[in-house]
């Protein structure tokens, strides 16, 4: 099946930094890849879409100036948290629907775990 | 925005027992999926129904769809201890578009 990967799977930062999270698509070209967010003991909530060759779009509430959204190929996004903050700490996951495929499943990457000190 | 809600929100059950999850959602959808998340980990995908499909089963697990009350019910069969894990369903207007997740289970299966 179609394998989306992300990098890194876990990193801690100091309050101020900001911190690239890839992700990438492996065996299929994505065009469209959707960005979540998982606080504790929460469900997933989308924070944006990364679109190939245009901007991003994102969901009320989140910082488009924060959280940047580079989709830099077909194959992989990256999502930059900048000056990240302790309540930026939570469980980011991505996932890319495989439209080649003609099949409605999306692909979600294994997740990154930020935790900002 | 979440778009649905869950329940129970916490279930604990012994093994060898069955367990039943349900999801709500609130506008019309293409498909739902069924999740399941064990602590701390990614997701792992279970099964997909389709709108226009009422019942699917897949090993233990048996998922129902009813659009007319816009609810799902997701029943795992003879519960195991590596069962346990928290269970989401979530929803989509089309395979390109964001699935919306609903609030999730978080069943414990005791040996």
């Known amino acids: 099946g179609a394998v989306v990967s992300q990098h890194p799977s876990r990193v801690i930062c100091k309050s101020g930094t900001s911190v690239k999270i890839e992700c990438r698509s492996l065996d299929f070209q994505a065009t469209t890849m959707f960005w979540y967010r998982q606080f504790p003991k929460q469900s997933l909530m989308l924070m944006a879409t990364s679109n190939e060759g245009s901007k991003a779009t994102y969901e009320q509430g989140v910082e488009k100036d924060k959280f940047l959204i580079n989709h830099a190929s077909l194959t992989l996004s990256t999502l930059t948290v900048t000056s990240a903050h302790p309540e930026d700490s939570s469980f980011y996951i991505c996932?890319?629907?495989?439209?080649?495929?003609?099949?409605?499943?999306?692909?979600f990457g294994p997740g990154t775990r930020l935790t900002v000190l | 925005s979440q778009q649905g809600e869950e329940d129970p929100q916490a279930l604990s059950i012994q093994e060898g027992e069955n367990a039943t999850m349900n999801c709500s959602y609130k506008t019309s959808i293409n498909n739902l999926q069924w999740y399941r998340q064990n602590s701390g980990r990614g997701l792992v995908h279970l099964i997909l129904i389709r709108s226009n499909e009422r019942e699917k089963h897949s090993g233990r697990l048996r998922v129902t769809l009813d659009t007319s009350k816009k609810s799902s019910s997701l029943l795992i069969t003879a519960s195991r201890a590596a069962d346990t894990a928290s269970y989401f369903c979530?929803?989509?207007?089309?395979?390109?578009?964001?699935?919306?997740f609903g609030k999730g289970t978080r069943l414990s299966v005791i040996a």
């Open positions: 979530a929803t989509d207007h089309s395979g390109n578009t964001p699935l919306v």
């Open positions: 996932s890319a629907p495989d439209s080649g495929r003609g099949t409605d499943t999306q692909y």
